[in-house]
């Protein structure tokens, strides 16, 4: 008896042509309008997530260049080329592995190879899966083919970090980005799957591994093998759950009613039973994540079951769920949630980062955040500042315009002035009273103060005495005769420097007297023996000056 070989659902159904790529719609409009011209490029980059299709479109497009009927957008799969290719068995179709083969004695292999026109095939095509993996020198290699590259051959490389390709690879490509592919397109895909394989699965089953997928349609086939081989024909949602170690709807209800509420003391049991059940805490934490989403769904949209489909049980029970909670508070919630789901997972402690993040939850009410608290402190600084203005401009209008009361007055009033500060009639001086014996400071009062103190030390200093001559003063000398004369006739001295010079000499013939240089003398003692004002020292005369005037 001849054993059946089982083909897994990811091989089975993968697309044979352009018509049945799921999900890359922009990608294959591109290749088949390309095809239809004949302008086919020389290298194609194909980049993106895991199990999008990007190796699929690579081989689809190799069989429509080579296809008999071709290069055409409708390979035939039918004829010698197509078959070959679909069966890895075509010579000039190369499919190398980029990690394996990542050498660059591999690369010099490879472009030896080149030289040569295809044997069987009308177009050469080498499809280097995982590119970013070879190594520097590889690429180098790689470079110098595309640069001139060998005619009839055709380059497809494909990548899920094509950031890690060297830009001048890619400036030598035509680069297609591959998209995650949508959860409905996944779940008509795995419809159309169950229906040829007759499995029975509900519409919320494969949803649940459309949404477990996260845009790759590979491994939402793969969930769905083996929930097949789990449940045989019949894969229950409960199943499902089980495979995909999802935890139940009830434990994730019980969970946003402990945070809702502020139970902190129900958060370490919830948490209990978590690890005790052996699920995923990584896991749980990102459905709890989703369960919020849905919650916020529930709570600003009429009927959410258009883009998540529940069954009416569950959706009954996020309508009254989401009735308890605002807007803003589910956003906040979600927000906390997706900031610490990156520590979570590189947590050598899960359970108690986990049992610290839901506890923060339950008392979200009470925190005050930073971002909050410095935007109320700025509101609070521009109602300040508008206050302040608001102040001041009142302040303003008041200075500059009269106040109603005074107007009549001042109106009745002549010779007034017009200004009410200025006016002694409307706002009469205000009596100031001060202690006994004081009075109030002003400039005025101090410089009557002072010049009536300078006014007493001058009357106290009397003049000094100028004491009598022990001899009167000779009037016989000429120089005298000629001053008395002079001033008897009142003659006016002349003003000729002749007469000036004798002036100057008779003035010093007159100070050698002796009679002169005594009174001199004495005079200059008593006014040195003056004292000054403020209370100084009293000055004293020179006294060698005085040794030689008590000589004489």
Request: hydrophobic share 35%; glycine share 4%.
């Amino acid at each position: 008896m001849e054993e059946k070989h089982y083909r897994i659902l990811a091989l089975k159904y993968r697309p044979q042509t352009f018509e049945e790529v799921v999900g890359q719609k922009h990608v294959v409009q591109t290749l088949v309008n390309a095809l239809r011209k004949g302008k086919i490029g020389q290298a194609y980059l194909f980049s993106g997530m895991r199990g999008v299709g990007k190796t699929t479109v690579a081989r689809i497009l190799a069989k429509a260049l080579n296809c008999v009927h071709g290069p055409t957008p409708h390979p035939c799969n039918k004829c010698e080329f197509c078959r070959a290719i679909m069966n890895d068995r075509a010579i000039d179709v190369l499919e190398i592995d980029g990690a394996a083969s990542r050498k660059v004695e591999e690369a010099r292999e490879l472009r030896e190879g080149l030289k040569y026109s295809p044997l069987h095939s009308r177009y050469k095509v080498v499809i280097i899966d995982e590119v970013h993996m070879l190594t520097p020198e590889a690429f180098a290699t790689l470079l110098k083919i595309l640069e001139e590259p060998p005619p009839k051959t055709v380059f497809i490389f494909a990548t899920t970090e094509a950031h890690k390709v060297p830009k001048t690879i890619i400036s030598r490509c035509q680069h297609f980005e591959f998209n995650r592919i949508s959860q409905k397109d996944i779940v008509h895909h795995l419809e159309y799957i169950a229906q040829k394989e007759n499995l029975s699965v509900s519409r919320e089953g494969l949803y649940l591994i459309a949404e477990a997928a996260e845009g790759s349609l590979r491994d939402a086939e793969s969930i769905l093998d083996k929930a097949a081989a789990f449940s045989g024909d019949n894969i229950s949602d409960e199943d499902i759950k089980i495979l995909l170690g999802t935890v139940p709807q009830s434990l994730l209800f019980e969970v946003s009613r402990v945070i809702l509420a502020g139970s902190t003391g129900e958060v370490f049991s919830l948490v209990d039973k978590l690890v005790e059940a052996g699920y995923e805490l990584v896991t749980f934490y990102h459905q709890l994540i989703h369960h919020f989403r849905k919650l916020l769904l529930a709570k600003t949209m009429s009927n959410f079951k258009d883009i998540i489909p529940v069954n009416e049980e569950e959706y009954q029970q996020y309508l009254q769920e989401a009735a308890r909670v605002s807007v803003e508070e589910l956003l906040r919630y979600l927000n906390a949630l997706l900031k610490e789901e990156p520590a979570l997972k590189r947590s050598f402690q899960p359970r108690i980062y986990l049992e610290t993040v839901l506890i923060k939850l339950c008392h979200f009410n009470q925190l005050v955040f930073l971002e909050e608290f410095l935007a109320g402190k700025r509101q609070e600084g521009e109602k300040e500042k508008i206050r302040l203005v608001d102040q001041l401009g009142k302040r303003k209008q008041e200075t500059q315009t009269t106040p109603p009361q005074f107007e009549e007055s001042l109106r009745s009033e002549q010779g007034l002035k017009k200004t009410p500060l200025q006016n002694k009639a409307i706002f009469p001086p205000q009596e100031k009273i001060f202690p006994q014996g004081e009075r109030e400071i002003t400039p005025k009062n101090l410089n009557d103060e002072s010049s009536q103190k300078s006014k007493s030390v001058t009357n106290n200093l009397s003049p000094p005495e100028i004491p009598e001559l022990s001899s009167p003063v000779s009037t016989s000398s000429p120089v005298r005769k000629q001053k008395i004369s002079s001033e008897a006739r009142g003659e006016k001295e002349s003003s000729s420097p002749s007469r000036s010079r004798a002036k100057d000499k008779l003035l010093a013939e007159a100070l050698e007297e002796p009679q002169v240089r005594e009174f001199m003398e004495m005079f200059k003692a008593q006014v040195l023996a003056v004292q000054p004002l403020g209370g100084r020292s009293q000055v004293k005369a020179n006294p060698d000056r005085e040794k030689n005037n008590q000589g004489e």
